[in-house]
């Protein structure tokens, strides 16, 4: 995705200071320091810590003398201690400070030292305290549910901006930015004024910003080498050997609101280096073509920043938890004592916000509508819900971040000093009778009536209401009902579409179950879902994930695992790519994605790799490599040809098999043989070919041998064929015999690239060549080949009219290519009948034979196996009658041995050397 271009910010500049607040030493009487500003949501935004010169170095010179200081205290308080510590041991006065009479006893220098020491290790304190004072952070509008930055037109000048807006309503933007966010600026214009710049521009901002070691990671995990980048901005440096003072350009006063701006809808608690660098590519054209270069585009860049602040953000979420969860009790009693314990629900059950104090969860990341939504029914007054979504799409995730949100108390008070309790079904269940389950299920739903501070979750609530089948006299799902219905306690559960649809919808339970729709993740969750859950698999396997490699874990996932919903099958394939990483290179090297397309590649044998230099030479000799087995029929070699180098090189459409196509022409001519080649050729051999005889499906019923008998899984004959090889060559031949019903699920496979099976679940069709094979209108066409009619006009005779007596055209619609292969001549057939000799060849080269085949041997087999009427089919024959039966004479009796020559001559006649 590229980058858009963004409008100018509509900024007040102070014209007098030049934006830098000051004149001289003293503020700016104009602008009072303001220096730049807008006015936005009511309130007047401005820029108000300089960066000029002389600021930017009184500011580091104090830093400088405040390290100092504390390296002063620190040896003056140890240095002092250690002299009080020394006196006291060498006068004697152990006894006295134990006693108390130290203070009269001792003399006066010595308690000076001890004082000394208190005072120092006092400012060590002080400044401590002074270091961890949280910074101010972007105040939100209470109100606002989702924050958002809105311009207004507001004051020209900044006298009226003194004179119209109150001071309450005037907000300096550089106090909720970052410590290391200021730093970056301060060296973008430090950077400015080495390389004696007129203005600071996003280059220098950019330049700043990679030698934070945040940011540096932002590259290195997108394999972008430091020096690379650093040589490449300097290029973007304009040098006018102007001694003064750089001034800020308008893009860098633009960067430095719009990373407020982002951080404010992003409802951030300060401004980041990660929103300066977002900032700063937006605003920068030359930034962005750097980038770009570099393989970089907009949804990579914002990707891998997400990544920056999603470690951050688990950082701080660790600290808030673990701050709020100290409060929390360990035994399941609120804080207010009036629970009551809950010992028979503890043996069925797992207390999931227990394990968020101790930090045993994951994050939940990309799913913050769908807990705001939960909340949002809560918060109506409902009592039970249920998380309805495919399995694997993080149904479970959301609940544990709802536990997680519940330990820091950010939750409806519906929710607060409450505990979000598991129960565990095979626990339930084991070692009872379903009687017996349902016995303990009724004494646990009592048990939490009366605790007053237990929300039940329940996995999985479809396993729970069928597990006693049909048999059982009472259902389960009355008993839950009967307890959920009067809304005694909160409930979450969990179930699949079909689960929900099958066993909930039209029950009693149905109806106090508040559906929440939990869909399959896009590409950028699931990344980012990946990006949250890369540490732990970086730690465990001792290996680094570039950014490409969790990309690809997404992209492939998507493409070709269609059993799994996102983003568990992205996560199983970036586990398998870690460990397959260290295995192979062993510990401490970075998972690449053509680490990731190799493993996809080994279990799907579709190429995802890099075409190689032999692989691209293959693919532009694939016409050669053809008819080493096809003789003629070029126009069939031509399309097919170009379609598998589109397919390749990934210039095709992806939501369609990679080519549908219908092959014509009398029996014999090579439309199977063709099949079979592109079988060996491209997909690696005859066995990746899945061929249908259509002749078996002349009814109607016979649709179910294709998609599979309701309700039974792995019936399809085509279904299952594909779900287990996708990628592979599917002929269906003689597809003119089929019965029309079962031609119409084709429609669907030609078009979308997918078929559903009996069970619900989706095939995919986009990786495979799809050949349809037909003797239809056969007879017409040599009828009009006897006529002398051209070979395309005939096609075209073909196609608007006899085919559509057995295709309906929205079918014949459906083919990218509609070949008709023409009859074979006689010179084809000796070519032919040479191409069969090597087969005989290579057995008897097994034998140690040689095999040679005089010209006159090959007239002699033309003429015996040549029917234009049956193509190379009577050819076959012919080399069996004339060939391998007197062959299989002489091995039988003998007359062959090691090293014989036998040689095939004028009338067929064989003979041995």
Known sequence: MLFEPQEKLSLISCETCKSTGFVGFSHCKVCHGMSVGRMVNGTFLYWGTPLNRYHIATRKGRRQLEKFRVIGAVIFGIGFLALFMYSVYTQELILDLVKGSFWESSPNYVALFLWFSI????????????????????????????????????????????????????????????????????????????????????????????????????????????????????????????????????????????????????????????????????????????????????????????????????????????KAGAHRSKHGIDRAMTAVATPYLNKFSQDITLAAKYGHLGACVARDKEIEEIFRIIEGGRQSIALVGEHGVGKMSIVEGIAQLMV???????????????????????????????????????????????????????????????????????????????????????????????????????????????????????????????????????????????????????????????????????????????????????????????????????????????????????????????????????????ALRRARAEIRSTKRPIANFLFLGPTGVGKTELAKTISSVYFGGEERMIRIDMSEFQDKGSIYRLIGQPGQQGTGLLTESVRQQPFSLILLDEMEKANKDVLNIFLQVFDDGRLTDSVGRVIDFTNAIIIATSNAGTGFVQEKIQEGVKMEDIRQELVRGKLKEYYRPEFLNRFDGIVLFKALEKEEIKKIARLMLKRVEKDLEARGVALRVEDAALEALADAGFDPEFGARPMRRAIQEHVENALADLILQGKLKRRNTVVIGEGINISIE
């Open 119 to 322: 005072i120092s290790f006092s400012y060590l304190v002080y400044r401590g305290i002074i270091h961890r004072r949280p910074l101010k952070e972007i105040n939100y509008k209470q109100e606002q549910k989702e924050p958002r930055i809105e311009e207004e037109q507001g004051p020209g000048s900044f006298e009226e901006i003194r004179k119209n807006i109150p001071s309450k309503k005037r907000l300096d933007i550089s106090e909720v930015f970052t410590v290391e966010a200021k730093k970056v600026l301060e060296e973008a214009y430090n950077v400015a004024d080495r390389y004696q710049s007129e203005d600071v521009s996003p280059a220098h901002v950019f330049y700043a910003l990679i030698m934070v070691p945040n940011i540096a990671s932002v590259f290195l995990r997108l394999g972008i080498s430091m020096s690379v980048l650093q040589a490449s901005i300097a290029k973007l440096f304009t040098k006018r050997n102007i001694p003064r003072n750089p001034l800020l350009s308008h893009e860098v006063k633009d960067i430095m609101f719009r990373s407020y701006e982002q951080a404010y809808d992003r409802k951030e608690s300060q401004v980041r280096s990660t929103n300066l660098l977002v900032a700063a590519v937006f605003e920068s054209e030359p930034l962005q073509e750097l980038l770009y270069d570099l393989k970089v585009d907009k949804e990579k860049l914002e990707n891998v920043v997400a990544w920056v602040r999603i470690r951050e953000k688990l950082r701080e979420q660790y600290l808030a938890i673990h």
């Open 408 to 642: 820091e108390e950010r939750v409806p008070k519906r929710l607060h000093d409450k505990r979000l309790v598991q129960l565990s079904t095979s626990a339930l269940l084991s070692g009872t009778t379903m009687n017996g389950a349902i016995e303990r299920l009724r004494r646990m739903m009592h048990e939490i009536s009366k605790a007053g501070n237990i929300i039940l979750f329940i996995n999985n609530i479809h396993d729970l209401v069928t597990v006693g089948g049909e048999t059982e006299g009472l259902d389960v799902s009355e008993v839950l009902a009967e307890f959920l219905g009067p809304g005694r306690f909160l409930t979450i559960t969990s179930t699949t579409t079909e689960g929900y649809n099958k066993h909930i919808t039209n029950t009693q339970l149905g109806t106090v179950l508040s559906r929440v729709n939990i869909k399959e993740m896009n590409h950028n969750q699931a990344i980012q879902v990946l990006e949250s859950k890369v540490g732990g698999v970086e730690y465990k396997q001792k290996v680094f994930f570039s950014y490409d490699a969790i990309a690809a874990s997404v992209k492939f996932a998507e493409k070709f695992l269609h059993d799994q919903q996102l983003p568990e099958s992205a996560i199983d394939i970036m586990a398998e790519g870690a460990s397959y990483t260290k295995n192979k290179k062993g510990e401490s090297h970075l998972v690449t994605a053509e680490d990731i397309a190799s493993i996809i590649s080994n279990k799907t044998g579709i190429p995802t790799t890099s075409i190689s230099e032999d692989e691209s030479d293959k693919l532009l000799r694939l016409e050669e490599e053809m008819h080493k087995r096809i003789i003629g029929q070029d126009e069939a070699v031509i399309l097919v040809s170009n």
